[in-house]
Nanobody
Framework: QVQLVESGGGSVQAGESLTLSCVPS????????MGWFRQAPGKEREGVAA???????????FYADSVKGRFTISQDNAKNTLYLQMDSLKPEDTAMYYC?????????????????WGQGTQVTVSS
């Protein structure tokens, strides 16, 4: 059974930083992509960032325009951990953030393409 556990959320002021972590377990080797998504009350789920790993060990990253230049997704294979470094946080970044895994076929930032999800970690940014 695949499990994803997020951590690192919290409450910060605008301009500060947070780093989210996601530790997967179970049969995750078949997944070639992991991503971060967020959802705020009254808003649609938004794909934030994704990282794709090919059979050669190389990969590509993808970001939503709203976070490009401020957020960085990375993966530490030795620690089996996915990260989302969030800098220059804005109040509009406030949301529940979810880690997801799957083999998306139609879009790296489309949530419906991912199979497994973590429980979420709350990020709150005050002005």
């Amino acid at each position: 059974q695949v499990q994803l556990v997020e951590s690192g959320g919290g409450s910060v002021q605008a301009g500060e930083s947070l780093t989210l972590s996601c530790v997967p377990s179970g049969a995750t080797s078949r997944f070639n992509c992991m991503g971060w998504f967020r959802q705020a009350p009254g808003k649609e789920r938004e794909g934030v960032a994704a990282i794709h790993t090919d059979l050669r060990g190389g990969g590509s990253t993808f970001y939503a325009d709203s976070v490009k230049g401020r957020f960085t997704i990375s993966q530490d294979n030795a620690k089996n951990t996915l990260y989302l470094q969030m800098d220059s946080l804005k109040p509009e970044d406030t949301a529940m953030y979810y880690c997801a895994a799957g083999p998306p076929r139609r879009g790296w930032l489309r949530g419906e393409e991912y199979n497994y999800w973590g429980q979420g970690t709350q990020v709150t940014v005050s002005s």
